[in-house]
């Protein structure tokens, strides 16, 4: 059990707001928010999948969680059993947290499923994306893939495998074309990693969802992680595992907020406007951030060795009546795709 002197990050108080709960799930290990009434009594919780749906659905982050989080939700009482928790995780595999209670309400501490089911490893496939050509990166990516352009102290793509290695994917699937040896060479099979990982050479160009198509021979029963290889996120991919099983996915797609200022004063024609110049009018638009998770049988729809962007497969899919859902992330993000998103970057990493 985790003990409440550990917890004091995840703690919020039932007056919060939701931008207080975004900042205490992205300083705390444990993706859970204990909310707290003025008694400092537990009266509810929000888990990580409860927020990024609160965040879907609200655009006000100032708005206060009073009417978001679970005021009934499973707790155990203080003396109870590990054997008891361990029913319950087995019973209930959509709860991933336990609190444990004290008589007067008051938290002495949590209980979490990985660690009382020892839940550490995942043999789920990831698949990373890492044969585009980086030709918005200028001279830079020359000799080098863009992947393995440094942010920070390693390239990025050391980052990216890093950050799978710590959440407990160890199986890895890399698509490679463009300066791949380069690649290859560096990470080989993955051993000084402890990792497991395949290459799959690119012998054309098949876009954003094209080289899926390697992983149909294999089989797979598990859900795939898909990751564009230009992007870290600390997201915690096993959050986004367990969203899109909760929410009985057949794809899912990781988006974030992407706000635009236009710099001019915006005509704004029609009776019904109060204004008729709307002076640098900000747009907010809920953009896909690379990241997927994708159920196997869906990858009968890739034809073999052809060019296909992942739009196109999503759109496919629509069409084909797939359940496809949506995983808001909050977390940093840091997109490499052209020379000043490579600069921002860098000066976040510093």
């Known amino acids: 059990m985790i003990k409440k002197q550990l917890l004091k ?64 939700f499973v707790f155990l009482r203080e003396n109870t059993i590990k054997l008891d928790t361990k029913k ?14 004290r008589r007067n309400g008051s938290l002495l501490g949590l209980y979490t499923r990985k660690n009382v089911l020892n839940q550490n490893e995942f043999e789920n496939e990831v698949f990373i994306l890492a044969g585009g050509l980086g030709k918005r990166l200028y001279t830079l990516t020359d000799f080098i893939p863009k992947p393995m ?41 993955g051993d000084s990693l402890r990792l497991r990982i395949r290459y799959f050479s690119e012998k054309k160009r098949l876009g954003t969802a094209g080289p899926l198509f390697f992983l149909k021979k294999r089989q797979l029963k598990k859900t795939i992680i898909v990751l564009n290889g230009d992007i870290y996120t600390n997201l915690k ?47 907010s638009y809920l953009v896909s951030s690379g990241i997927y998770c994708i159920e196997p049988k869906l990858l009968k729809y890739l034809d073999n060795n052809k060019y296909q962007d992942m739009n196109h497969f999503i759109n496919l899919l629509k069409k084909r009546k797939k359940k496809i859902g949506f995983f808001n992330i909050h977390e940093n993000l840091y997109d490499i795709g052209d020379y000043n998103k490579l600069i921002e970057a860098r000066e976040s990493k510093q």
């Open 9 to 72: 990050s995840n703690f919020v108080s039932s007056s919060a707001t939701i931008l207080d709960v975004i900042k205490s799930l992205n300083r705390s290990k444990e993706k859970i928010c204990i909310v707290l009434n003025s008694k400092k009594r537990v009266c509810g919780l929000i888990t990580d999948g409860d927020l990024r749906r609160i965040i879907l659905k609200e655009k006000d982050f100032k708005n206060r969680i009073t009417k978001f989080f679970k005021k009934k």
């Open 88 to 101: 319950i995780f087995l019973k209930k595999k959509d709860i991933h947290f336990i609190p444990v209670l």
């Open 149 to 189: 352009l440094n942010v920070g102290a390693r390239p990025l793509l050391e980052s990216i495998l890093y950050s799978l290695k710590s959440s407990g994917f160890k199986n890895i699937n890399i698509s490679v074309n463009y300066l791949q040896e380069k690649i290859k060479d560096y990470f080989g099979n």
């Open 237 to 283: 991919k096993e959050n986004l595992l367990n969203f899109h099983q909760k929410e009985k996915n057949d794809f899912t797609i990781c988006c974030h907020s992407y706000t635009h200022q236009i710099p001019y004063g915006v005509v704004e024609l029609g009776e019904k406007k109060k204004n008729l110049i709307n002076e640098k009018p900000e747009l």
